[in-house]
């Protein structure tokens, strides 16, 4: 089964990234997201450890325990979805930080940027991958989830999001970005391989 609105969060997704995008490419962080950035950058030192683990929620090693879960649960196109949501995300990811945008990290960018638990402090921030592969996994099982537990992988995307932020990772545009590339990357995994008939749409 395929849904209408998926295609309508594809391209509400590449529109997040492409209006994220025509901002990020001057390289410069405005007042307003450097203020968003230290309200929680500079949170307390004691939330180092809790946020240190939130931010393995956005690693790669998500993707097989959701997909090998799935398949468990006998949702095969569930698996398929969120292993293609990770290929469409690691490629176009890389196609953003060599085509579009390289906007440094906060460590460069932002003046007075704490850059905590061995986090580059260099390198390409735009886009964040942490948000774009919760975000786009979390639409992937959305609508196989029952309504109380829809809002569960939504909080663990925002968890990604700040913990990437206390840490000193990425600055509020990346995160804006790498949620829209997410949301299209889950929007496309979709499309192809359809939603079984008796998913909680």
Known sequence: MRREIDAVVVLAGLSVLAGA??????GRVGPAEAAAFRSINRLPDRLEAPMYGVQFLGTLV???VVAISAAGLGRRRLAIAVSATTMVKLVAERAVRRLLVKRGRP???IGGAVVRSNESA???GFVSGHVALTSG????VTPYLRSGWRSAPWGGVLLVALSRIYLGAHSP??????AGLGLAAGGIANL??????????
């Not at 996994?137 to 992937?140: L, N, T, V």
């Not at 545009?173 to 790498?178: A, F, K, M």
């Open 62 to 64: 998500l993707a097989p």
């Open 137 to 140: 996994i979390a639409w992937a």
């Open 122 to 124: 260099v390198g390409l």
């Open 107 to 109: 460590g460069i960018i």
């Open 21 to 26: 995008s025509s901002v990020a490419i001057s």
């Open 173 to 178: 545009l990346d995160l804006i970005g790498g």
């Open 192 to 201: 192809v391989v359809g939603i079984d008939s008796d998913a909680r749409t």
